[in-house]
């Protein structure tokens, strides 16, 4: 896996040139360069970069394939659509999607509070606003408020409960009523790791029995003029295009019956989420088995095929796809701080005058390797380390003897997958295990990755420099918290590799790449690691800009941002420093200095490297 599968994930967004990762975009910088940048300005630990022209890319691509699809397939309604607040919705990725969305009118989807004041705060005027999720009273006067300041703005109800809220602060207010959807729920379920929101059991949307409900409610209390919009989402990362297309089908007709039983106002189908991205990066590895324009068209043919066959007119096309735009646009790059089995370098063995005949006979093993014998001998090894693992739970070697042992089994393994490409699969991947490097990175994945540690959800991984190499080694990684969970393991079945490095010569920067999505929000600040430091990168034809730096917190910010008094904290630490009796005058104070130095920098790691 030589190019790390670049050619699988990163949808021509980076190419590697002269062993290095480039942007593949005008001036093409390399990531290795901005790194070294950013790094030169004292930054260390993790950082996370930002390239607002990949989320322009996804909103043209999104706008292009539905409108070309509407043209192909003469369907007479319109493509609209709103990015999905909760997946991403730091300051940096909103302030790049509404401005790179606003020649589309690309709106906001906002599924709390919280977001519906973001949305509020943020949306291009005129672009559409949808409000998803649970409501009280609070959340559905703040929709009116928005309606009443201007906001095209629908309400989706997921439950009778919130439509007799909206009818009650209707009835009690005279601000301007908001739009109205239902959110259906299909019997038809997705598929995939989040293929949980639609089914009968799904946790929103309202049967066929409510939805006749809430017409007959809407009709008799005047609002079904409200009602534009019928709207459904049945799981993000969708791997599958049939499960799509049964929805689709569904809820196509769900709105073709509505529109029939006099819903007139209803003009809008909005089919939510849910476009894959792709982040498998190993040929043998499962992909999603369908391409935005294959998903476009089969969303534009079905619906305009319903409609016709009901008599009813075509609906504007919405959706609420996040991930799809957004996953590409920003990567972690940390660097590599240590590797873990260079402790069984040959250099370290250390054989007694007399070993134990178990211990001499590896080492006969290992000083007669040849290609022929090699697969032989190496079983001998495998068989020996076993036994010699047991004499010593029993008391028979001792530790040196042991790491001896250790030692002599790990090289002959090395040098015998050297010597042959013989080894039966099932095998090398067993031996590649014991063998496996492991790579401490600068970073948690508990804050940068936690769908990783949550749902095994890959990543791809890839080093920014070093690539005219191959890589070797087989890979786990471990983050810098002090949680055994803090890994992402080797898995033979999507190996990682990566390059024999050593460290005290060289860097080594690992990308961790289509983090956009879920990941920064979700992120948790275990170990109290919080979220790196950030920068947006702005390539132009010559060169690049960085901007928009956001620095990771310093340690006493996430004590103060969980509740500590930083006043409170920092005198302890001073009188208990200054009371001591064992140094200087000048120590102190020296020490003083430092211990404010460490307080007002992040908490990730220095590397000296
Ligand atoms: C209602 C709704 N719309 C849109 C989305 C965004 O989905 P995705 O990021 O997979 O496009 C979600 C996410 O789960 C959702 O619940």
């Not at 070093?466 to 087989?474: C, E, I």
């Not at 471990?478 to 890994?487: K, P, Y």
Request: proline letters at 3%; charged letters at 25%.
């Amino acid at each position: 896996m030589n190019d790390f599968g670049l050619d699988i994930w990163s949808n021509d967004n980076f190419i590697i040139k002269d062993g290095e990762v480039l942007v593949n975009y005008k001036s093409t910088p390399s990531l290795l360069s901005i790194t070294n940048k950013i790094r030169a300005k004292g930054v260390r630990g993790p950082i996370i970069l930002r390239f607002p022209h990949l989320i322009k890319k996804q909103i043209k691509d999104l706008y292009s394939c539905f409108n070309f699809a509407i043209k192909e397939n003469s369907y007479r309604g319109d493509f609209k659509a709103v990015f999905p607040l909760k997946v991403n919705q730091l300051p940096n990725v909103v302030n790049a999607v509404t401005r790179e969305g606003a020649e589309f009118n690309y709106g906001l989807e906002a599924g709390s509070k919280a977001e519906l004041i973001l949305a509020m705060g943020k949306s291009i005027s005129g672009s559409q606003i949808t409000v998803n999720g649970f409501k009280d009273k609070e959340m559905i006067t703040l929709a009116f408020i928005a309606a009443h300041s201007g906001h095209n703005i629908t309400v989706t109800i997921e439950g009778l409960g919130e439509l007799r809220t909206i009818i009650a602060v209707a009835k009690e207010s005279n601000l301007e009523v908001p739009n109205i959807g239902i959110r259906v729920r299909l019997h038809s379920a997705g598929s995939g790791t989040w293929a949980k929101s639609a089914g009968m059991d799904a946790k929103f949307g309202l049967t066929a029995t409510e939805i006749l409900e809430a017409v007959k409610l809407l009709r008799k209390e005047s609002l079904l003029e409200k009602f534009s919009m019928v709207h459904f989402h049945i799981g993000s990362q969708m791997e599958d295009i049939a499960p799509i297309k049964r929805a689709l089908r569904e809820a196509g007709n769900i709105y073709a019956e509505l529109k029939m039983l006099g819903a007139d106002a209803l003009s809008n189908i909005n089919i939510g989420g849910g476009l894959a991205v792709t982040y498998e990066q190993d040929k043998e590895a499962k992909l999603h088995n369908y391409s935005i324009e294959e998903f476009s068209s089969s969303v534009v043919f079905l619906l305009g095929e319903i409609m016709d066959a009901k008599g009813v007119s075509h609906p504007d096309i919405f959706t609420e796809s996040g991930r799809f735009i957004v996953a590409s646009h920003a990567l972690l790059i940390t660097p590599v701080l240590e590797l873990f089995t260079q402790d069984y370098h040959e250099s370290l063995l250390n054989l007694k005058e007399k070993n134990p005949p178990l211990v001499h006979e590896l080492e006969e093993l290992y000083r007669q390797l040849t290609p022929k014998n090699c697969i032989e001998y190496l079983h001998d090894a495998l068989d020996h380390i076993e036994s010699l693992l047991t004499l010593f739970d029993l008391g028979y070697i001792d530790l040196q003897d042991r790491s001896n042992a250790e030692i002599l089994v790990h090289n002959i393994i090395k040098k015998s997958l050297k010597l042959t490409s013989k080894i039966n699969t099932n095998e090398l991947k067993q031996l590649q295990v014991n063998l496996q490097e492991r790579y401490l990175i600068n970073a948690s994945i508990f804050q940068s990755l936690p769908d990783y540690w949550g749902l095994k959800q890959h990543f791809p991984i890839i080093p920014l420099h070093h690539l005219q190499k191959k890589a070797v080694r087989a890979a786990t990684i471990w983050d810098i918290t002090c949680d055994s969970d803090g890994e992402i393991a080797f898995d033979s079945n999507r190996p990682l590799y990566l390059h024999d490095i050593n460290l005290e010569e060289e860097e080594y920067f690992l990308g961790f790449f289509n983090i956009g999505a879920y990941q920064e929000v979700l992120g948790m600040d275990h170990n109290l690691f919080t979220h790196p430091s950030e920068y947006t990168i702005n390539i132009n034809e010559n060169s690049y800009t960085i901007s928009n730096e956001v620095e990771s917190k310093s340690t006493i910010d996430i004590l103060y941002n969980i509740g500590y008094k930083e006043s409170e904290l920092l005198d302890k630490l001073k009188t208990d420093l200054l009371k001591s009796t064992f140094i200087t005058e000048k120590e102190k104070s020296d020490t003083l200095s430092k211990l404010e130095t460490f307080i007002y920098q992040n908490g990730y790691l220095r590397t000296t490297s």
